[in-house]
Each structure stands twice: as structure tokens, then as C-alpha cells.
């Protein structure tokens, strides 16, 4: 009897050491990220107004605005959005539901596709300035930068489509295939239904991801001050990193306010898209029991 | 008396495992014919060669004859997709896809496309009648199939394939995942069903087997041992291990 109590004592007390630890660990990640964040907050919120949002950049940082960065990021973002998630998708459907699993290129391709997840963003930038702006000679512009970002994001949509797709249950195929359906329709009519919230949640992430790159469009030609909006795909842009990345490494300190400003903008994109990605998920999330 | 199936030297792989040891048996039209033995024996293997859903299984061959009026569904040549819709399959666990009950129900006749839309109401309540579902969900059709009890969904799933029009329906043991009363439904359900369709049914319940099969195959590791009227199978066996596993043995 004693043994049992005194084994109790000293697994309560390894446990609550350990939660104590865990409390630590959580309080340093968030009292780093608060911190931040509060600066931020205080830095840029008087300077955030709608004049800003809706005002050219400009030399001065009382009359300095985000529009064309706005409209970039918003450009770049909705193109990267039409070529990688069709792509993505198509890439994912060949490799779960038509690639032979056993074949050695197939395991080989799918081994690389995770490991482009795990590229920097710059290596996307050199490739994308080296094939599409220098090779295809597509210049600097806003369909260079989205062509760059599709790639950069095309690793993280085909790994969740396809985990998505896998997550489809083996008797709703089976069950689809034995009323004499043809796999394309199976893939149409069941497969791709069930597994589409997980593939825009995970479409929707990648693209948050893109928003806020900076560094592979700065490869490819965008610009953080910019006085005109894009008016076809081939134009020069600026996006939202571009403007926020120029105004911090300006010295006045007016521009380190607008900056912040911008960031602030941007965190907020971020988490309305996020908050898109859950709502679709929740509100799409089919149950199989 | 019809044969709707006549299986000829059929032996089937899973890899180098030989599943199917030369089997022959004929299968009846309008009659129910169940296959009973242990797990592992060979009886799920065996349907799945009927509608080729064994395709669908990595590594797997099958030889001899499948005839089925006269087609050899084994030939490498047949039209798969035609084939399943002439040959319905209902699983073990009803599987109802995440549509509405009326869309499970269209789900197939929508895909092959050879059908007028303004037949689709009328295939919907042909459908679920057969399927002695129609009066418990004719209110709700547009609800989803989940929302439907075990039993009501798998009865679902019999709909599902109905609406396909096919002349033989296999069951890989279509009540082992439900309550005795909703067994007892799709039992009285069979009784109906085989006025217009043949029925092949794997089942590990022997009392099963004996209450609604006209026909009953034993099999045993890969092997058909006996095949012949429930009746005398049951009260009659001629093989020493059908008596076995009847009286309860083994299995």
C-alpha cells in the first residue's frame, strides 16, 4: 500500500514539473510574438488611415500611401491562385488515383515534391528571373511574379491535395466502381467533393504563405515604389512586402511608422484569408462515419 | 432452371498466394445462392472476381471461365464498366456516398448518362420501393444518407445499385455490420428481390445461409467443398468438413 502511494507522489510531481515546463516553453513563444506584435500595433496604428490605403507612395512620408502595393499583392496573389491551384490539383489526382504506386518514378516524384516544400523562397526567384523573365522573356512583370510564386507554392498544394484525396475512404470508391462508374466520374462525382475543403484549406494557407514573400519577387523585378497601377499582366508591379521591405530600410523614422502601417495591413490580410480557409472548411466538412 | 453464372476452373492470385483453388460452380437465375465458410476461405475473393472488382486490387490474377450469358468475364477484353452495371455489388459496411438520399440513388444513372432527367423522380420511388425503403424516407429525400440509420443506409446502398437495373446483385455479407432487426429487414428484402434478380450472397452466419438461400456453397481455404440445395447441405451434408462446420466445429 505505501508503495503504490509513494509511486502516486512521484508520478504527480514528474507531472506537474513537466507542465510547468510546458507553461515556459508557451509564455517565451508568446510573450516574443506579442511583443511584436504590440510594437507594430503601437507603431503603425495612427498612420493607418484610409488615405493611406488609397494614396500613391511617395517621397514624403506624411502623403506616402500602399494602393499600387495593394493591387499588386491582390494581382500577384488571384494569378498565382489561377495556375498553381489547377495544377496542384491535377498533379495530386494523377499521383493518387492514376500513377502505379509501386513504380519507382512515381515514389521518386512524390519524394521530390516534398522536398520542394523545404526550398528558400530566393532559390524560386533565381529560377523564376532565369526562366520566365530571361528564357520565355517575360521581363519584369506582374505574370513573372506570379508564374514565380505558383511555383513556390505548387509543393505545399499537391501534398495537401493529396493527402486530402487519400482521405477520401477506400469503400466510397469501391462503392462508386461497382455501380459501373468510370474512374474520371468517380474522381468527379465523389472523390474530388469530399476532398475539396481540405484542398482549399490547404490552397488557402499556401497562398497566405505567398502574400507575404518578399524575397522571390524581389528576384524577378517587382519594386517597392512604384506611382502607376498595373493595367495588364505584363506591366511593372509593387506588392505589399516590396513597399513595407523599401520604407524600413529608408532612414527617416517618419517611414519606419508608415512601414509599420503596412504591416498591419498585411497581418490583416492574413488573417482574413486564414479565417476564409477555416469558415470554407467548417462549412464544407463532410462527415463519414 | 436458368444459369444466370456458370464458373468454370476458376483459380484466383493475390501475388503468389493462391486464393481460388479450381473452382466450379453454376449460379442460378431468380435464386438466392450463399456462400458460407470461415474467414479467410475465399468466399469475398470469390464474388469480387464476378464484377472484376479485383481490378481494383494491386497484383492479383485470375484463370478459367466466368461465364455470364455467355460472356467470359474474364476476358481481358470485357467492358468493365458495362459488366458492373449488369452486376450490382452491396459491401459489407453500407458505404452511401455523402449526398442526399435521392442523389446516392442517381448517383450512377446521372454518371452513365443514358437516362432522361424527367425519369429521374420515377427512379428515385421504383428504386427505394424495391428496396423496401420508400415509405420510411419519402419525406426527407433531400436529407443527407447520413442522417439515415445503419440498416436504412445499407438498404440505401440496395437501392443504389437497383437504380442501375442489373440482372445479378452480389452481397459480401450485407448485414454483419447491422442490429438482428435490421438484419431481419434485408432478409425479407432478398425474398423479394429474387423474384427479378439473382442473388449471390457471402455470409458468415450459417443460420443465415439456411433461412433465406435456395442454394448454399461451402468453402474452405480456397476450395469449394460442397454446393447444392440449402436443404440438403444443411440437413444432408456429404463431405465430412461441410458436417463439421455446420454443426459448429470449427469456424
Not at chain 1, 507612395?57 to 502623403?63: E, H, I
Not at chain 1, 491535395?161 to 465523389?190: C, D, F, H
Request: proline share 4%.
Amino acid at each position: 500500500m505505501s508503495n503504490f502511494k509513494r509511486k502516486l507522489k512521484r508520478r504527480h510531481l514528474i507531472n506537474n514539473l513537466f507542465m510547468v515546463l510546458l507553461v515556459f516553453v508557451i509564455s517565451i513563444s508568446f510573450l516574443v510574438l506579442g511583443t511584436l506584435l504590440l510594437e507594430i500595433f503601437l507603431r503603425g496604428y495612427k498612420t493607418l488611415t484610409w488615405d493611406f490605403i488609397t494614396s500613391m507612395p511617395s517621397g514624403r512620408a506624411s502623403r506616402a500611401g500602399i494602393l499600387p502595393a495593394l493591387i499588386g499583392s491582390f494581382g500577384v496573389i488571384a494569378l498565382t491562385a489561377l495556375i498553381s491551384i489547377p495544377i496542384g490539383v491535377g498533379t495530386a489526382i494523377y499521383l493518387t488515383e492514376y500513377a502505379d504506386k509501386k513504380s519507382k518514378f512515381v515514389k521518386l516524384l512524390q519524394l521530390n515534391i516534398s522536398n520542394l516544400a523545404g526550398v528558400p523562397a530566393i532559390v524560386y526567384g533565381i529560377l523564376g528571373l532565369a526562366v520566365f523573365s530571361q528564357l520565355v522573356g517575360l521581363g519584369p512583370s506582374l505574370i513573372v511574379g506570379a508564374f514565380t510564386l505558383s511555383l513556390l507554392i505548387l509543393p505545399v498544394i499537391i501534398v495537401s491535395a493529396i493527402e486530402a484525396i487519400k482521405a477520401v475512404p477506400n469503400s466510397i470508391r469501391e462503392g462508386s466502381y461497382a455501380l459501373g462508374v468510370t474512374r474520371w466520374k468517380t474522381i468527379t462525382g465523389v472523390i474530388l467533393p469530399m476532398a475539396t475543403p481540405g484542398i482549399m484549406t490547404g490552397s488557402i494557407l499556401a497562398l497566405s504563405r505567398a502574400m507575404g514573400e518578399a524575397a522571390p519577387l524581389i528576384m524577378v523585378g517587382a519594386v517597392g515604389f512604384v506611382t502607376f497601377l498595373p493595367n495588364s499582366l505584363l506591366d511593372r508591379y509593387s506588392a505589399l512586402p516590396l513597399i513595407v521591405f523599401n520604407w524600413t530600410s529608408r532612414p527617416q523614422a517618419a517611414f519606419a511608422e508608415i512601414a509599420a502601417s503596412g504591416i498591419l495591413v498585411m497581418l490583416i490580410l492574413l488573417i482574413i484569408t486564414n479565417l476564409t480557409a477555416i469558415i470554407i472548411r467548417n462549412k464544407t466538412q463532410i462527415r463519414v462515419d | 432452371m436458368t444459369v444466370k453464372v456458370k464458373v468454370e476452373n476458376l483459380n484466383f492470385y493475390y501475388g503468389d498466394f493462391q486464393a481460388l483453388k479450381n473452382i466450379n460452380i453454376e449460379i442460378h437465375e431468380n435464386k438466392i445462392t450463399a456462400l458460407i465458410g470461415p474467414s479467410g476461405c475465399g468466399k469475398s475473393t470469390f464474388i469480387k472476381t464476378i464484377d472484376r472488382m479485383y481490378d481494383l486490387i494491386e497484383d492479383t490474377r485470375a484463370d478459367g471461365h466466368i461465364l455470364f450469358d455467355e460472356m467470359d468475364i474474364l476476358k481481358s477484353d470485357v467492358d468493365v464498366v458495362e459488366l458492373r452495371k449488369r452486376i450490382g455489388m452491396v459491401f459489407q459496411k453500407p458505404n452511401p456516398f455523402p449526398k442526399s438520399i435521392s442523389e446516392n440513388v442517381l448517383y450512377a444513372v446521372k454518371r452513365h448518362g443514358d437516362v432522361n432527367k424527367v425519369a429521374f423522380n420515377e427512379i428515385v420511388e421504383n428504386s427505394l420501393r424495391k428496396a423496401s425503403l420508400w415509405d420510411e424516407v419519402k419525406s426527407k429525400l433531400h436529407q443527407s444518407a447520413f442522417s439515415l440509420s445503419g440498416g436504412q443506409q445499407q438498404r440505401l446502398c440496395i437501392a443504389r445499385t437497383l437504380a442501375t437495373k442489373p440482372e445479378v446483385i452480389l452481397m459480401d455479407e450485407p448485414t454483419s455490420a447491422l442490429d438482428p432487426i435490421a438484419t431481419s429487414k434485408i432478409e425479407e428484402l432478398l425474398q423479394e428481390l429474387k423474384k427479378e434478380y439473382t442473388v449471390i450472397i457471402v455470409t458468415h452466419s450459417m443460420q443465415q445461409a439456411a433461412r433465406i438461400s435456395d442454394y448454399t456453397g461451402f468453402f474452405l481455404n480456397g476450395e469449394l467443398i460442397e454446393f447444392g440445395n440449402t436443404k440438403d447441405i444443411f440437413t444432408n451434408p456429404k463431405d465430412k468438413r461441410t458436417e463439421d462446420y455446420i454443426t459448429g466445429r470449427y469456424g
